[in-house]
């Protein structure tokens, strides 16, 4: 048989596996044997590219084959086809070889397919990308902009910083926050306490995460207030996550020591939403058992009954109040209740 009898049987063979990637019976068999032929499947494997039924297991499989598929791919980012370009852009960030970092940083120039191209050089990790992915946040398309905030958070290098605070005071984007979040740069704080009092709730949301990737002890009490005063119960949630990241149990730091938690109660606290209580009495006599505790096995024990105000009680709020009167959240249980009047409670077994 002639040499081009081979060459098309070896094509047509590649093309009848590339086409079982489509069928999830033939998907498995067809990806190993894919990366099984090696270097000759991969401009085959580039073509596919174009097609979006295989455009995933196609990039799998040219980061699989490694090293060979590089040089390919490089030359691919210049393909007409943009489905093509960005299916080129995600492998090389995949492949993490630093050959591909210019022809990257040129691919940033390209409207189809920049973002691609931004988060792969942000998979990378090279510093020649920083001042190309600085520039980008500058641009109108926010999209592409937050990909390049992400990816300058990737990199991690601290001449970032103030191009990041800009973008998230001018952009209020979220990858902004959390790129100055992974970067620790302390010049971060001030903006991102500041951003607590925006008047948007996803920018305060955002600040709050990022104030506990810096783990700066300045946003503890900013922070602390959150958990008291905030509108929404995601930013209470994540006013306590940041706080358990800065190493925060109570709201006095002079009382934060670790110690060990016995089964002992000190003390029961019954905190009331919804109107003060008028017989506290009875909030001790029926709630207490009503929650599981026994007034016998109470002796010696401190109860006592708090208004806390608003019309409902959650457990991040809770936690705030509870931080903020000095005790250790770590030492204490919640158990919610409705009460009488109609509100919400919740009894805090305090432990010694």
């Known amino acids: 048989?002639?040499?081009?009898?081979?060459?098309?049987?070896?094509?047509?063979?590649?093309?009848?596996?590339?086409?079982?990637?489509?069928?999830?019976?033939?998907?498995?068999?067809?990806?190993?044997?894919l990366v099984k032929l090696g270097d000759v499947a991969v401009g085959p494997l580039i073509t596919a590219l174009k097609n979006l039924k295989t455009w995933n297991s196609s990039i799998e499989i040219l980061v699989k084959l490694g090293d060979v598929a590089v040089g390919p791919l490089i030359v691919a980012l210049n393909n007409k086809d943009p489905k093509i370009r960005n299916g080129v852009a995600k492998a090389l960030g995949l492949l993490g070889d630093a050959r591909a970092v210019e022809p990257l940083i040129a691919a940033l120039g390209d409207i189809n397919v920049r973002r691609a191209a931004a988060v792969a050089l942000g998979q990378l990790g090279d510093a020649r990308a920083m001042e190309p992915l600085i520039a980008a946040l500058g641009d109108n398309d926010l999209f592409f902009s937050a990909?390049?905030?992400?990816?300058?958070?990737?990199?991690?290098?601290?001449?970032?910083?103030?191009a990041l605070i800009a973008a998230f005071k001018?952009?209020?984007?979220?990858?902004?926050?959390?790129?100055?979040?992974?970067?620790?740069?302390?010049?971060?704080?001030?903006?991102?306490?500041?951003?607590?009092?925006?008047?948007?709730?996803?920018?305060?949301?955002?600040?709050?995460?990022?104030?506990?990737?810096?783990?700066?002890?300045?946003?503890?009490?900013p922070l602390t207030a959150v958990l008291r005063n905030a509108s929404y119960l995601c930013e209470q949630d994540d006013a306590v996550k940041a706080l358990r990241q800065l190493g925060v149990r109570r709201a006095k730091p002079e009382l934060n020591k670790a110690t060990t938690r016995s089964e002992a109660i000190k003390n029961i606290i019954i905190l009331k939403a919804g109107s003060r209580p008028h017989d506290e009495m009875w909030y001790i006599q029926q709630v207490l058992p009503a929650v599981g505790l026994s007034l016998a096995g109470l002796s010696g024990t401190h109860i006592d009954v708090q208004y806390v105000g608003g019309d409902n009680l959650n457990q991040a709020y809770v936690m705030g109040f509870l931080m903020e009167s000095g005790h250790d959240v770590d030492k204490c249980t919640l158990t919610p209740f409705n009460d009488r009047d109609g509100g919400s409670g919740m009894v805090v077994k305090v432990f010694a």
Do not use: Y
């Not at 040499?3 to 998907?27: F, Q, R, S, V, Y």
């Not at 990909?147 to 991690?156: E, F, P, R």
């Open 1 to 33: 048989m002639p040499k081009w009898w081979d060459c098309w049987k070896a094509e047509m063979e590649i093309d009848g596996l590339i086409a079982g990637l489509k069928n999830d019976e033939t998907k498995e068999s067809s990806f190993k044997a």
């Open 147 to 162: 990909d390049s905030a992400c990816a300058l958070g990737q990199l991690g290098d601290a001449r970032a910083v103030e």
């Open 170 to 221: 001018n952009k209020h984007s979220q990858q902004a926050a959390h790129a100055l979040g992974q970067l620790g740069d302390a010049r971060a704080v001030e903006p991102l306490i500041a951003a607590l009092m925006s008047g948007f709730s996803t920018v305060r949301l955002r600040a709050i995460f990022a104030l506990g990737q810096l783990g700066d002890s300045r946003a503890v009490e």
